[in-house]
């Protein structure tokens, strides 16, 4: 609300091109609350107030606004005004929003960039999307181990206003071999003893990153052992960069929309989901519900199959839905908690053994209480002929909830096996599967004490 009540006075700032105002109001506040005020400016709007403020600042302010927004700048705005902005961007930052424009503008923005960061930019985009190197930016502390702690605060007071955080700083050798870390908190704990080496002082057991390891194994990485960077090295042993906990927390964020609509059995979205067109959106589910509305009609053919036995007990029909809705839901409880324990790293394509244990194990409890359910309420609802016909219901279930179980958690893991995601094996999908499958067990098993 305060935005929108603010945003008149900044208009009149702008139709006025009052300077003092403007520089004012671009170093005020938090560059988060600047943009957040600058939220409903039209995007010629926000770059003339933008061009009153100090590059460094210019680029906080930039960085808070929407992904969509940014590009709508960058589109916009006058090419060679725009090499500047870029050039005060940490280098992933650069490298995403450039990827996410046409060629045409890249192309035309390139040239206008200083040479070393556009050979940066063409290195960091050579990088396959999803790795490491993708989302590393290469602005980091890097410091001899020969330097003493002296020697290293001075060399890091040249280099922090172009670092992206300075909480590790990383020794390397003359090639830029990583040797060691030492954290900023012992550096200046050692400032009592200032001709002590870093050699003295680094950690040499230290984690990091393959420049081409997935990004999912990264973040994993990061969060157990809760660090707020991790280095990015190449095969060689060499440092490229670093990936810090902000670029994590994107990674973890990213990754895991991507597999809530997997699960739900939806392409993911490559922008916001009022920001994608309604027939892109359209294309994204439809393609999905197609593929499952193929499955659901191998349903047909299946009960096509058992028209007699259903015409000769037609209380079998009455529980049809019962059956199907109970191994579906199953199967996608099985899938659900398989998925998320194999993106969060709890379970690895080395533990499918205990998995199906478990998911047998489990499959055989919640089917044998679901059964006795079942087995009461056909026999006591009178929807059952009798109590030896009233047996059908609970063997099914008992069937079906195992099967569900164990489909629901192999799938999955059988995706990850053959290097796909894991959560295209999605809910809908496990559901379709076992909606054909609960068909057949139920008549089979009601032929078999039926007949």
């Known amino acids: 609300m305060i935005n929108t009540l603010y945003l ?14 403007l520089r004012e109001f671009c170093t005020a506040l938090h560059p988060a609350r600047t943009a957040e005020f600058m939220e409903r400016l039209s995007p010629d709007e926000a770059w003339q107030v933008l ?25 916009t705005q006058d090419r060679a005004e725009i090499a500047v902005l870029i050039v005060e961007l940490a280098s992933d930052d650069r490298v995403d929003l450039l990827e996410d424009l046409s060629s045409v503008i890249v192309d035309e923005i390139l040239p206008l960039l200083p040479a070393e960061v556009r050979r ?13 190197g993708a989302v590393m930016t290469t602005e980091a502390a890097k410091l001899s181990e020969s330097l003493t702690v002296r020697e290293a605060l001075d060399e890091l007071s040249r280099q922090a206003e172009h670092l992206e955080t300075i909480y590790y700083l ?27 080496t870093l050699a003295e002082l680094m950690e040499t057991d230290l984690l990091s990153a393959d420049v081409l390891e997935d990004q999912e194994d990264v973040a994993r990485k990061v969060a157990h052992y809760d660090l707020l960077a991790i280095p990015v090295v190449d095969h060689e042993h060499r440092m490229l960069g670093i990936i810090t ?41 439809g393609i999905w519900l197609t593929i499952l509305f193929g499955a659901a009609f191998l349903t047909a053919f299946a009960l096509r199959r058992y028209e007699e036995g259903l015409s000769t007990w037609v209380w079998l029909a009455w529980f049809l839905p019962l059956i199907i809705s109970t191994g579906g839901n199953t199967g996608n409880q099985a899938a659900t908690l398989v998925i998320t324990a194999l993106s ?41 002929p009798d109590a030896t016909a009233a047996l059908v219901i609970p063997i099914t279930l008992l069937l079906i909830v195992v099967a569900g179980t164990l489909l629901g958690a192999i799938l999955p893991m059988l995706f990850a096996r053959l290097g796909l995601d894991p959560a295209m094996m999605s809910n809908p999908f496990v559901a379709g599967i076992i909606d054909i499958l609960g068909i057949v067990v139920y008549m089979n098993v009601a032929m078999a004490v039926l007949s």
């Open 344 to 384: 969060m790293g709890d379970v690895s394509l080395r533990d499918w053994g205990r998995v199906v244990v478990r998911e047998l194990a489990m499959g055989m409890l919640l089917g044998g209480g679901l059964a006795l359910l079942g087995y009461l309420a056909a026999w006591l609802s009178g929807l059952a």
């Open 120 to 132: 940066e930019i063409l290195r960091l985009r050579a990088y396959p999307e999803g790795s490491a």
């Open 51 to 75: 061009k009153f403020a100090e590059p460094r600042v210019r680029e906080q302010i930039f960085t808070f606004f929407p992904h969509e927004e940014q590009i709508q700048l960058l589109q």
């Open 8 to 21: 008149p006075e900044l208009r009149e700032m702008l139709s006025e091109q009052s300077e003092a105002d």
């Open 245 to 285: 906990h902000d670029d994590i927390i994107d990674v973890v964020r990213e990754e895991a929309t991507e597999d809530a609509h997997r699960i739900a059995a939806v392409e993911p979205l490559e922008a916001s989901y009022l920001k994608t067109p309604i027939l892109t959106l359209t294309w994204k589910r």
């Open 170 to 196: 990383y020794i390397v050798d003359e090639t830029d071999h990583l040797r060691g870390l030492v954290s900023a908190r012992d550096l200046i704990s050692a400032i009592g003893k200032p001709q002590t």
